[in-house]
């Protein structure tokens, strides 16, 4: 169940200002302010199960644009591919090719700054 939360947590980094306005303050009560069902039924005016109702409509609204745009998916792969090649630079640091290792952290930075998920360069 964790593992799926966060999951949705990060789509919802992606795509949650395309949802409708009410879902995606539902959703940003749930998962990024970590309000239970009931604080937030009390604080829109519905029911605890009108607010689960809610939440599911927006997970599926994600997976969908997920699924259509692949953001979240080529960040991930983008994240990936900086970690590597920040590891090659250090390999090439350490045996001397500074200036190749140097190119690459820059090639890295300027990906990352497109990306949500990548840590920047040793």
Known sequence: MF???MKI???????GDVLDEHIGSVMRAYYDDDLSLAEIASEVGISRQGVRHLIK???EQLFYYEERLGLAKRDEELAEACKSLSEIAGRLSQKGCESEARKISEIVGIISKGSTDVSEPD
């Not at 947590?9 to 795509?15: I, K, T, V």
């Open 3 to 5: 593992e799926k939360n």
């Open 9 to 15: 947590a990060y789509l919802f980094d992606f795509y």
């Open 57 to 59: 409509k927006g997970e």
